[in-house]
């Protein structure tokens, strides 16, 4: 007998898309796009990163990220750099400007996420950090319980890709 597990899963579900959008509505007149947030994340950790590494990272093509990155430079966000090793390579970081924008930004999503776990108990986070945990393990086994919040992201993005790609294929 099949189990109904349809209200858990469209509360995960919906919980995940009001927490994007809500993310989107803080990022609104902060300088970025929500789209460009997770590339400009990854320069705020990874500074003096390649487009090709950003790339890699998140799962995207390397002519997305040359046209985010071509957007964040002329912004003032990004500053590009010859790398000293190989003429073909760039090597981005963010500016002063960049810096303050991203740490706005990075608040914005903190305080998204303050507002989504308000008036939980440590006890009850305990609680579904622990379930949330063995729900990961069930579907990706132990190796699920070291993904990175930019190794879900990518993960996302490449379900994204595989789910675009499938839909052309449909249309042919």
Known sequence: MLKDYRELVNLFENTHLCRKVCIRQALRGKGIYDRQYP???????NDGCTQVEIARALYISPASVALSTKRLQKAGLIQKKVDADSLRKNRISMTPMG????????LAVQ???NNMFAEFKTEELSQLKALLDRMLVNLAGEEGRNLTPLARTAFINKMNQEEKKDMEEDDK
């Open 111 to 113: 305080q998204v996420d």
């Open 99 to 106: 810096y303050e924008i991203m740490q706005g930004c990075r």
């Open 39 to 45: 590339i400009l994340n990854y320069i705020f950790r």
